[in-house]
C-alpha cells in the first residue's frame, strides 16, 4: 500500500488527495481507498466468473437445446444468482452508503474552530479576510497549525470553488450566498489550494497558498498584517510611493495607511510578505513582480490588470517600494 | 389499371432518387441516419478531446490559448452529451421501436425526418462557430453567472443557446414520436406490461425529456434565458446519464455465455414474472427461424415481429 501510495502521494506543487494532511483528508483518503479495494476485488470476482463461464466445458445433456438460466431448469439454480447477484452487492453498497454518508457528515461539520478566515472569490483571485482581527490580504492564508479553522466563502462574481486537496474537499463559492467548510492542517507547512470551478479565462491559475505554521508565528503575522503599510524612509522607496500614487495602480490597489484605497485588485498593504504572485502562479521576487506590473497579460492574459509601461527607473523604485511592504 | 393489391406498396414505396432520398420517412432510414450523424459528432468530439489531453501532457503547455482550450472542453462535452449520446439513442429507438412492437412505422413518419434535419443542422450551427473563433466556452453545463452578458459579453454563448434550443426542438419531436408510437401502435394483444425492455428505457426517457423541454426558451437569450438553459442542461444530464438505456440495451440482448451476473439477476427476476403472466409454452416449431425464437422467448424477451415466422 505504500508504494502505491507514494507513487499517487503528487509533488510539492501539484498535492495529492492521497497524501492527506489533515483529519479530514485523512477521512477523505481512506474512503477513497475502501472504495477503490471494494471495487478491485469485485472486478476480480466477476471477470474471474466471467472467464470461467466462458471456458468451462459444457456437460453433454445440456448441448442444443435451449438451457434456462445457469445450465439448469429455470430456478434450479437461482439461488446462486439471487445471493452472488442481489443480495451480496446490496449488502455491499448499504455498507459503502453507510460509510460515505458517515464520513460526509464528519467533513462537514465544524468542530469548535479557532479561527474564522472569509474568503472571496474573484475573477481569478481570492480575496481574504480575518474579520475578527480586521486583516485584509489575498491569496495567502496563514492558519495555526493543529486548531480548526472555519472558512466562510463567497464570491464577488462567478462561482469558484475552494479546494485544498491535502486538507479538505472542495465547496463552492456562490455568489450572494456564504458557504462554510473547515479545515485543520495537522502540521506546519504550505499547502496549495486551488479554485474548483471553471470560472473564466484564467480559472486555471486560480490558486491560494494555505500556510500552516506554529502559534507564535501565526500570531506574529497576524499583528505584522493588522498594521498598516510602514512609510518609505529610503529615498528611492519613496520615489517608488510617488510612482505608485501617480500611475493608475491607486484606482484598483489598498495600501492601508496611505491614499491608495482602490478595491477592485488585491490588497497589497504587506505584499511583500507573501510567497507568490498572481494567485499562487509565480513566486514573489523582484524579477516576478517586475514583469508582472509591465505587463501581466503575458503572464495571465485576460487577468484584470492592464500594463502598466512604466520606464527603468520608476520601476525599480516601485518594485523596490513594493517589496518593501513588510 | 390500380388494383387494391397495388395501392398500398404504391402509397408506402419511397419516392426515388436525389427528392427520394431527402424526403424519406422511413424509420430505418430515419434511424441509421441518426446513428451515422452521431458517429461523425462522436468522432469530433473526440478529436477535440486528443487536442485537450495533448495540451495537458506537460504542465504549462502552449498548444492551444486558454480562449481556444475553454471552447474546446465546452465543446467537447456539449457534442458527446447532446450530438452524440442522445441522438444515437434515439436512432437505435427509431430503428428497433417499430420492429420491436409490430408497427409499420412511427406515428409520426414526417415529425420522425423532420427531428433528424433539425438535429443535423443544430449541429452544423453549433459547429460553424468554431469557423468564427466563437465555439462556446462556458462549458458544457454553461453555469450562471459565468455565462451571463456580464462575463460572456461575446457571442459564444448565444451559439451555445441557439443550437441547444433547435437541438430541443428535435429532441422534443423524437420523444412526442415515441411516446405516441409506444401507447397507440403496439401490436394487437401486446399489453403495454408484454412490452421489450428496450422499449420501455425509450417511453422513459422519452418522457422524461418532454418534461426537459417543456421549460426550454423561445429565444430568450437573457440572464433569465440563459438560467432556463442551464436547468435544461441540468435535467438532460439526469435523463441521459442516469436514465441510462443503454444499460438496457445490453440486458435486452443477453448473449449466451453467462457472464454479467450482476445484470443477469435483474434478468432473473423479470424471467421469473414473466413466465407467470405470459404462459407461452416454448414453440415446437420446426425451422430454425422457430428454435431461435423458442430460445429467445424461453429467455423472456418478446419478439411480436418473429412471430410472424408462423411458429
Avoid at chain 1, 180 to 185: G, K, S, Y
Avoid at chain 1, 267 to 278: C, F, K, Y
Wanted: glycine share 10%; hydrophobic share 45%.
Amino acid at each position: 500500500m505504500a508504494v502505491p501510495a507514494a507513487l499517487l502521494g503528487g509533488c510539492a506543487n501539484a498535492p495529492s488527495t492521497l497524501s492527506p494532511r489533515g483529519p479530514a483528508a485523512h477521512q477523505l483518503a481512506t474512503l477513497w481507498w475502501v472504495l477503490f479495494t471494494t471495487a478491485a476485488v469485485v472486478f476480480v470476482v466477476v471477470m474471474g466468473l466471467m472467464l470461467y463461464a466462458l471456458f468451462r466445458r459444457r456437460s453433454g445433456q445440456h448441448a442444443g437445446g435451449p438451457t434456462g438460466i445457469a445450465g439448469g431448469t429455470v430456478g434450479s439454480r437461482s439461488y446462486f444468482v439471487t445471493v452472488g447477484g442481489g443480495l451480496i452487492p446490496a449488502l455491499i453498497l448499504v455498507g459503502v452508503m453507510i460509510y460515505t454518508v458517515s464520513v460526509q457528515n464528519a467533513l462537514s461539520m465544524p468542530k469548535e474552530p479557532a479561527l474564522r478566515v472569509q474568503l472571496i472569490g474573484h475573477q481569478w483571485w481570492w480575496e481574504v479576510r480575518y474579520s475578527d482581527e480586521g486583516v485584509v490580504t489575498a491569496n495567502e492564508v496563514h492558519i495555526p497549525a493543529g486548531t480548526p479553522v472555519l472558512f466562510e466563502l463567497t464570491s464577488a462574481d462567478v462561482i469558484h470553488s475552494f479546494w485544498p486537496p491535502q486538507l479538505q474537499a472542495k465547496m463552492d463559492l456562490l455568489p450572494g450566498q456564504t458557504n462554510t467548510t473547515w479545515l485543520t492542517a495537522n502540521q506546519p507547512g504550505v499547502y496549495r489550494a486551488q479554485c474548483a470551478e471553471y470560472c473564466g479565462l484564467q480559472h486555471a491559475h486560480m490558486g491560494l497558498m494555505i500556510v500552516a505554521e506554529s502559534e507564535q508565528q501565526y500570531a506574529a503575522w497576524i499583528q505584522t498584517q493588522r498594521q498598516d503599510a510602514p512609510r518609505p524612509a529610503d529615498p528611492v522607496l519613496k520615489q517608488g510611493e510617488q510612482v505608485f500614487f501617480g500611475s493608475a495602480c491607486v484606482y484598483c490597489h489598498t495600501i492601508r495607511g496611505t491614499i491608495a484605497t482602490g478595491k477592485i485588485g488585491p490588497d497589497l498593504t504587506h505584499i511583500a510578505t507573501r510567497q507568490t504572485l498572481g494567485a499562487g502562479i509565480l513566486p514573489n521576487n523582484i524579477g516576478n513582480l517586475s514583469g508582472w506590473i509591465v505587463n501581466s497579460q503575458t503572464i495571465k492574459p485576460g487577468n484584470q490588470m492592464p500594463p502598466m509601461y512604466l520606464n527603468g527607473n520608476d520601476l525599480n523604485a516601485l518594485v523596490a517600494y513594493l517589496q518593501s511592504l513588510k | 389499371m390500380t388494383t387494391t393489391g397495388q395501392t398500398i406498396p404504391r402509397a408506402w414505396a419511397a419516392p426515388t432518387g436525389l427528392a427520394g432520398v431527402l424526403t424519406s420517412v422511413d424509420h430505418k432510414v430515419i434511424g441509421k441516419r441518426y446513428i451515422t450523424t452521431s458517429f461523425i459528432f462522436f468522432l469530433l468530439g473526440g478529436i477535440q478531446a486528443m487536442v485537450m489531453r495533448t495540451q495537458l501532457a506537460v504542465p504549462e503547455n502552449t498548444l492551444v490559448t486558454p480562449e481556444v482550450y475553454n471552447q474546446l472542453f465546452t465543446m467537447h462535452g456539449t457534442t458527446m452529451i447532446f450530438f452524440f449520446a442522445t441522438p444515437i439513442l434515439f436512432g437505435f429507438g427509431n430503428y428497433l421501436l417499430p420492429l420491436m412492437i409490430g408497427a409499420r412505422d412511427m406515428a409520426f413518419p414526417r415529425l420522425n425526418a423532420l427531428g433528424y434535419w433539425i438535429f443535423l443542422f443544430a449541429g452544423v450551427f453549433i459547429y460553424s462557430s468554431y469557423l468564427v473563433g466563437m465555439a462556446p466556452d462556458g462549458g458544457w453545463f454553461n453555469y450562471v453567472p459565468l455565462t451571463t452578458y456580464v462575463y460572456s459579453p461575446a457571442l459564444n454563448i448565444d451559439f451555445y443557446a441557439l443550437g441547444l434550443l433547435f437541438l430541443g426542438v428535435s429532441t422534443a419531436a423524437g420523444a412526442i414520436n415515441f411516446i405516441v408510437t409506444l401507447f397507440l401502435l403496439r401490436a394487437p394483444r401486446m399489453s403495454i406490461n408484454r412490452m421489450p425492455l428496450f422499449c420501455w428505457t425509450i417511453l422513459a426517457t422519452s418522457l422524461y425529456a418532454k418534461k426537459c423541454r417543456e421549460s426550454q426558451p423561445s429565444a430568450d437569450l437573457t440572464n433569465s434565458g440563459a438560467l432556463a438553459i442551464w436547468r435544461l442542461v441540468q435535467r438532460e444530464k439526469r435523463c441521459v446519464l442516469l436514465v441510462a438505456p443503454q444499460g438496457d440495451f445490453l440486458k435486452s440482448m443477453r448473449p449466451s455465455p453467462r457472464w454479467a451476473l450482476l445484470t443477469r439477476i435483474w434478468f432473473a427476476a423479470r424471467h421469473g414474472r414473466r413466465q407467470q403472466r405470459a404462459k407461452h409454452p416454448p414453440a415446437g416449431g420446426s425451422s430454425d427461424g422457430c428454435k431461435a425464437v423458442a430460445l429467445i422467448e424461453g429467455q423472456g424477451f418478446h419478439l411480436s415481429w418473429a412471430r410472424n415466422e408462423r411458429c
